[in-house]
């Protein structure tokens, strides 16, 4: 019989229902985290592993509407993203474009 659109669903595992392997994997790495000291271990994490860490559990897509309740967050790391930052490396960006630009002409006027 082929797959038709539309049929019931009669085997296999319930929808929702967890892999074993995961499951085991995620109460390993829990255990592995409680045993290095938890919240007290993350704290002492230099920033870079800690944002990397970051970036791999926060959601990738934000629902696009909030309630009153639930306002949106700015998350700023100083050295990372806070506004001060952000202009000094679009200065250095642009300082390199136009040196590069500078060396493109002066080579072609040559």
Do not use: C, H, W
Not at 9 to 22: Q, V, Y
Not at 33 to 51: A, H, R, T, V
Not at 88 to 99: C, I
């Amino acid at each position: 019989m082929t797959f038709q659109m539309g049929r019931q669903k009669t085997g296999g595992r319930k929808i929702g229902t967890p892999n074993k392997s995961t499951q085991l994997l995620k109460e390993a790495i829990l255990q592995a985290f409680q045993d290095k000291g938890g919240i007290s271990y993350l704290k002492e994490l230099p920033d870079n592993l800690f944002i990397q860490l970051l970036t791999k559990i926060l959601p990738r897509n934000l629902p696009q509407e909030f309630s009153e309740d639930i306002k949106p967050v700015e998350l700023y790391i100083r050295g990372f993203s806070d506004p001060e930052s952000i202009k000094r490396r679009e200065q250095l960006d642009f300082d390199a474009k136009t040196k590069a630009y500078k060396e493109i002409f002066k080579e072609k006027s040559n």
